[in-house]
């Protein structure tokens, strides 16, 4: 494999899955794997666990490690072509992506969307400006429009959990205070399209993700009637597609455990950050049913098959 831009990069799920299992019982079996090879890590937007568990990741594989973080350290970025450099930025990404190849084996990418203009987001300007001009492989870290690390270990995480074949599973919008981007419920959708589930999306009114993504999936706009029987309950907001960047703050929307009690005993589900009581109650969260620690805790094995991979086919 040559870059991990989307889950679309996935060439057999199943045995990546399993393949992931068998890394988190013996993580450092591959540690010769990565000796004197560099990964480059590139922040244009904060991060706890992408930035934690990719490093954890490369260090399992005997890879050495640097990290940038381009908020307000790094210089500026231009990515349109023949633009006269008169303005702000300072740097095109044409001789950054080159230089970084210089010095790296592999890069690792977080550019979130800006929730100003859909087009420009949807273009993947950022990483697929990387792809292009960088010499070595790119992963994504989450960018505008994907989050595939996370929804490969959101697939570890539920073939873990699962007591049925096909289990229910529902992704819930919930309100948040801020934009956020479509990019994690993006790759959770196009992820369980993948897998044997029985797959719901509920939202209100007006959160439809891109019907490119959602495809056929069923969306009930009755959350309560949507978590009825469901064994997962993966819980994210995210800001309109439709009225681009609009903020969602229904209260009628948190994950409360009345909410939960209406579910298969279901396990709740969320990539972190969080914020409590807001998108999720206390009682949810801080309960039996929820994964979201270990769900964490698989960013590692997913980051780290991800990077298997890539250093194999080097
Ligand atoms: C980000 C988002 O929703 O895309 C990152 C999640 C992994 N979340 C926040 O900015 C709170
Ligand atoms: N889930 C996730 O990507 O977390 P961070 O934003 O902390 O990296």
Redesign the pocket.
Same mark, same amino acid.
């Given at each position: 494999m040559k870059n991990y831009f989307s889950i679309k990069d996935i060439d057999s799920l199943n045995t990546w899955v399993q393949e992931a299992i068998e890394l988190k019982k013996t993580p450092l079996s591959h540690n010769q794997l990565g000796k004197d090879k560099t990964i480059g890590l590139l922040f244009f937007n904060p991060s706890l666990r992408t930035r934690l568990s990719t490093q954890k990741a490369a260090m399992n594989l005997g890879m050495n490690v640097i990290v940038m973080n381009f908020t307000g350290e790094g210089w500026s970025l231009e990515y349109g072509d023949g633009t006269v450099m008169d303005q702000g930025n300072s740097e095109h990404v044409k001789e950054a992506a080159q230089v970084v190849s210089q010095y790296c084996d592999v890069l690792a990418i977080r550019a979130?969307a800006k929730l100003e203009d859909r087009k420009d987001d949807y273009s993947e300007k950022v990483l697929k400006s990387f792809i292009k001009y960088a010499a070595i492989p790119v992963i994504n870290m989450?960018s505008a429009t994907g989050?595939p690390l996370?929804a490969l270990t959101d697939a570890i995480t539920i073939t873990e959990h699962k007591k049925t074949d096909k289990p229910k599973v529902v992704l819930s919008w919930a309100p948040h205070p801020k934009a956020? =981007?479509q990019?994690?419920a993006n790759s959770f959708v196009e992820m369980m399209q993948h897998m044997d589930t029985h797959f719901v999306i509920t939202h209100p009114v007006g959160f439809e993700l891109a019907s490119e993504i959602t495809k056929e999936v069923p969306i009930d706009y009755n959350q309560e009637s949507a978590f009825k029987d469901a064994d997962f309950i993966y819980v994210k907001n995210w800001s309109s597609y439709n009225d681009y960047g609009k903020i969602g703050e229904d209260k009628s929307w948190k994950i409360t455990q009345e909410k939960m009690n209406l579910t298969n005993n279901a396990k709740f589900m969320h990539?972190l =950050?969080v914020r409590r009581n807001v998108v999720v109650e206390d009682a949810v969260i801080d309960s039996e049913n929820s994964i979201v620690i270990e769900q964490a805790n698989n960013r590692t094995y997913a980051a780290q098959l991800v990077l298997k991979k890539i250093l194999e086919t080097k």
């Open positions: 979130f989450e989050h996370q956020l =981007p990019a994690v990539c =950050p």
